[in-house]
C-alpha cells in the first residue's frame, strides 16, 4: 500500500465507507509498517470519541449487554462503534458477536460498527493494535466507542488504561464479591453493573459491591461510582446505565479529569510502542550476539542483567522500524 494510497483509505474511512474503514483495522491489527502513514493520519484527526471500556467474568452476560446499550445510544441518535476482544479465538471477521449476543435489529445499522480482534497471545487483556482500532472509529465519526473484553484480571486493567470510562460487569452466584477485591475492580471500575438483576440472589451481589465500595469512596474525590442493577431479558437498567455513562463523562469534563486520563492514555501508548521498536530492533540485531553472551554467563562472567545490557548496548543506534 502506497503513501497515496494510504492517505485515500483515510480520507474513505473519515468520510464513513465501511470498506476502508474494516481495511484500516486490519492493518491496525496487523502491524505492518505499509499501514504506518495511515494510522498515523488517523490518529491525527481522532479525540472525539468517548471511549468506554466494558469488562467483566465469563458468563456474567456482558455481551448481551453491549448490544443492549449499543441499541440504546443509537435511539438517542448518536453512533456507536463496538470493538470486542476475544482472548482465544482465532481472527473472525468482526463477526465474534453473531452467536454472542442478539444484535438484531442493530445489523445493517450504519450507525453501528462491530469488530472483533483476537489478541493472539497478546501481553494483557487488549489485542495488538486494539488503541489503533479506536483511533480508525473515532476518526471515523463514531460518537461512542466501546471496548469489550472478557474479565480476568489483567484484561480489566489493561481496558481501564484504554478507556474514558470503564464498566465492570458482574453477576450474581459467580464470586463477585471475591474476584472484585482479587481484580482490584473497585479501583479501576467507574460504573459497576449487577446484571441478569431478575435473579434471585442479584441483590445479594449489588448489596456486597456497596458495602466494599463504602470503604473505597471513602477516600475517593469527586465522582462515586455507582452501582447499578440490570436484565437483559427485560431490559431494566439499560437506559439509566447509559445515562451514567454520559453522566460520567461529563463529570470528567467539567473537573478537568478527562484531559488527565487522555494523558495517561497517550503515555501508556507512547510507552507500549518504544517497548515494540526496541523489541524489533532486538530481534533484527541479536543474530551471532547472543551465544557468546551466554556462553559468559554459563561460565558466571556475566549476570544476566548485565549480558542484557551489553547486548542492548551493541543495537545499532538510529534505527526505529
Known amino acids: 500500500m502506497g503513501y497515496v494510497a494510504s492517505l485515500d483509505l483515510v480520507a474513505a474511512a473519515r468520510a464513513g465507507h465501511t470498506r476502508a474503514i474494516a481495511r484500516l483495522l ?90 472483533s480482534m483476537a489478541t493472539r497471545g497478546a501481553l494483557g487483556g487488549l489485542a495488538r493494535g486494539t488503541l489503533e482500532a479506536v483511533d480508525v472509529l473515532d476518526a471515523s465519526g463514531f460518537d461512542v466507542v466501546m471496548i469489550e473484553t472478557v474479565g480476568v484480571g489483567q484484561d480489566e486493567v489493561d481496558v481501564a488504561r484504554a478507556a474514558h470510562t470503564t464498566v465492570v460487569v458482574s453477576a450474581p452466584g459467580l464470586g463477585d464479591d471475591i ?17 441478569k438483576c431478575d435473579k434471585p440472589d442479584a441483590n445479594r451481589t449489588i448489596a456486597d459491591l456497596k458495602s466494599m465500595l463504602i470503604l473505597d469512596l471513602a477516600n475517593r474525590p469527586g465522582w462515586k461510582p455507582p452501582v447499578l442493577p440490570t436484565s437483559a431479558a427485560t431490559g431494566e437498567g439499560v437506559d439509566a446505565l447509559v445515562a451514567a455513562v454520559d453522566a460520567h463523562r461529563a463529570a470528567l469534563e467539567q473537573s478537568g ?24 530492533r532486538f530481534e533484527r540485531a541479536r543474530d ?20 542484557a545490557t551489553r547486548l542492548l548496548a551493541a543495537l545499532p543506534q538510529g534505527e526505529t522500524a
Open 26 to 115: 486490519t492493518r491496525a491489527e496487523s502491524g505492518v509498517a505499509e499501514a504506518r502513514p495511515a494510522l498515523d493520519a488517523m490518529f491525527a484527526h481522532a479525540g472525539r470519541a468517548h471511549v468506554v471500556g466494558i469488562t467483566g467474568v465469563p458468563g456474567s452476560g456482558k455481551s448481551t449487554l453491549v448490544a443492549l446499550v449499543a441499541a440504546a445510544i443509537r435511539k438517542q441518535g448518536r453512533t456507536v462503534a463496538i470493538v470486542a476482544i476475544d482472548p482465544s479465538s482465532p481472527f473472525s471477521g468482526g463477526a465474534i458477536l453473531g452467536d454472542r449476543i442478539r444484535m438484531g435489529e442493530l445489523g445493517g445499522d450504519p450507525g453501528v460498527f462491530v469488530r
Open 179 to 195: 474476584q472484585a477485591i482479587k481484580a482490584g475492580v473497585l479501583e479501576i471500575a467507574d460504573i459497576h453493573v449487577v446484571s
Open 257 to 280: 479529569e478527562i484531559a488527565t486520563r487522555r494523558a495517561l492514555i497517550d503515555e501508556r501508548r507512547l510507552l507500549k510502542a518504544s517497548e515494540e521498536l526496541l523489541r524489533d
Open 288 to 307: 551471532g550476539r547472543v551465544a557468546s553472551l551466554l556462553a559468559a554467563m554459563a561460565a558466571r562472567e556475566l549476570s544476566p542483567h548485565a549480558a
